[in-house]
């Protein structure tokens, strides 16, 4: 069964700094793009004849396969991120137990999304089961996350996702998106994967 785009999880024109269009522009083509991608990828590898494939042809959609569900997935979590919300209880414990606190890990999180500026990539805050705690990580390409993370905010600092509104300013977009985080979806999200 094809992948299908998931609903607008922000309101676009509610989100301060940001336009609704770059916001519906980013949802609509890089988005529904990477679902649209992955859908074709995901037809040739159930019409590729596995046992007479070569080997160039099956690494290569398989790890455009990979690129492309990490899109996808990253995207939804980026426009999970959206909508000014405070975090529960749970989640403030745990930043500041792994963080000192909520203004230290926004501090270390939009210093690493300034650092990308004019790059490519994501920033993510990811519970890592591994560690029991949370970790702000880089992924690059859609692919360089943590293993066995679970992201639950994403920036998405590749250029698309900023230059019409912001051109080459990539710090006030970090800037505008970190006063628009939805920190009631990344709390929900926390208490599903770590129990809290």
Not at 25 to 30: L, P, R
Not at 97 to 121: H, I, N, P, V
Request: charged letters at 15%; proline letters at 5%.
């Amino acid at each position: 069964m094809p992948y299908e785009p998931k609903p607008l999880a922000c309101n676009p024109g509610a989100i301060a700094g940001m336009s609704e269009k770059i916001i519906v522009s980013h949802w609509e083509n890089n988005y529904g793009g990477a679902v649209k991608r992955l859908n074709a990828i995901e037809a040739q590898l159930a019409g590729l004849d596995w046992p007479n494939a070569p080997i160039f042809v099956i690494n290569g959609l398989k790890r455009e396969q990979m690129v492309a569900m990490n899109s996808m997935l990253l995207h939804e979590a980026f426009f999970d991120s959206l909508g000014a919300s405070a975090p529960s209880a749970a989640l403030k414990a745990r930043l500041d137990a792994d963080f000192g606190g909520l203004e230290r890990w926004a501090t270390q999180f939009s210093a690493m999304g300034k650092a990308l500026g004019g790059g490519s990539g994501w920033v993510l805050l990811a519970w890592s089961p591994r560690d029991g705690k949370l970790v702000n990580t880089w992924a690059a390409d859609h692919t360089g996350n943590l293993a066995g993370a679970t992201p639950l905010l994403a920036l998405d600092m590749y250029e698309h996702s900023y230059h019409m509104d912001f051109g080459a300013r990539a710090g006030a977009y970090v800037d505008a998106y970190m006063n628009n985080l939805n920190l009631a979806s990344a709390s929900t999200k926390f208490a599903a994967i770590a129990g809290a």
